[in-house]
């Protein structure tokens, strides 16, 4: 009976975890708001592919617009199932009580069609993932338009 003996080498090589966990990178959007003392005033598609989302800010006679011009995927969600999404993953660059991000590497924006973002990257441009958290309802926006912020009166709101 011969014997063999079989050697392995493993090469061990650092990780790179940049593209694995969720990177939330703040947006200025121009005015205050605790998070979790804001919400969702409004939300509706306007014609064209907009779409457009009001929230409540600090002063209780404005609020933000925040309007999306151009092919969107959007989720509304209560904060509470979007934060146990990624129980176990670091929340790098998330800040307290900030309200609007831009994020990498979320399940979100990566469980969406990537024929869709093929399709949309070639006619429009690049898609990038948008989150508004508020202390209830949270939004999840994927787009290659950029967001565009205005303060509005409150009773103006339409």
């Not at 790179?16 to 969720?22: A, K, N, P, Q, Y």
């Not at 925040?66 to 998330?94: A, K, N, Y």
């Not at 979320?106 to 024929?115: G, K, Y």
């Not at 006619?123 to 912020?149: E, L, S, W």
């Amino acid at each position: 009976m011969a014997v063999i003996t079989l050697r392995c080498y493993v090469t061990a090589t650092a990780l790179d975890t940049s593209s694995i966990f969720m990177k939330y990178i703040p947006l200025d959007v121009g005015v205050s708001i605790r998070a979790t003392a804001s919400d969702l005033r409004s939300f509706s598609w306007r014609t064209g592919q907009c779409v457009e989302a009001s929230f409540y800010v600090d002063d209780p006679e404005h609020l933000l617009r925040i309007t999306f011009d151009g092919p969107c995927i959007v989720r509304i969600v209560d904060e509470f199932p979007l934060s146990t999404e990624h129980e176990d993953d670091p929340d790098e660059g998330l800040v307290s009580e900030h309200f609007a991000y831009r994020v990498e590497g979320a399940t979100f924006d990566t469980s969406q069609s990537e024929t869709w973002k093929t399709v949309v990257g070639i006619q429009v441009g690049p898609t990038c993932h948008y989150r508004f958290i508020t202390g209830n309802t949270c939004m999840d926006v994927v787009t290659p338009a950029k967001p565009v912020f205005t303060v509005i009166a409150t009773e103006t709101e339409a």
